[in-house]
Nanobody, 119 residues
Framework: QGQLVESGGGLVQPGGSMRLSCAAF????????TAWYRQAPGKQRETVAY???????NYLDSVKGRFTISRGNGRDTVALQMNNLSPEDTAVYYC?????????????WGQGIQVTVSS
């Protein structure tokens, strides 16, 4: 069994930056993809960014040019760099880590971390 640990959230001023990290421990498969999701009060869950094993990335339109998803040197962490933050980015952020062993898919979820953008 594996575990994901998210870190880096908190309070930030509008226009500021914040870096979230998702670290995987004890996962058993081959990395396939990691997505960052967010859920704001009264809104549907959104896919913020997605990175695949070949390095391909995708972003929610509203965060393009501001957010960057990347994998760490050890290949067991995925970061979300968030720049020029606005109050609309306030949400709980979750990472989802997908690995495969043969045809078997293994999903791991982070605990969720609060990001609050406010002056």
């Amino acid at each position: 069994q594996g575990q994901l640990v998210e870190s880096g959230g908190g309070l930030v001023q509008p226009g500021g930056s914040m870096r979230l990290s998702c670290a995987a421990f004890g996962t058993i498969g081959s990395f396939y993809a990691t997505a960052w999701y967010r859920q704001a009060p009264g809104k549907q869950r959104e896919t913020v960014a997605y990175i695949q094993s070949d390095g391909t990335t995708n972003y929610l339109d509203s965060v393009k040019g501001r957010f960057t998803i990347s994998r760490g040197n050890g290949r067991d962490t995925v970061a979300l760099q968030m720049n020029n933050l606005s109050p609309e980015d306030t949400a709980v952020y979750y990472c989802n880590w997908i690995e495969y062993v043969a045809n078997n898919r293994y999903d791991y979820w982070g605990q969720g971390i609060q990001v609050t953008v406010s002056s």
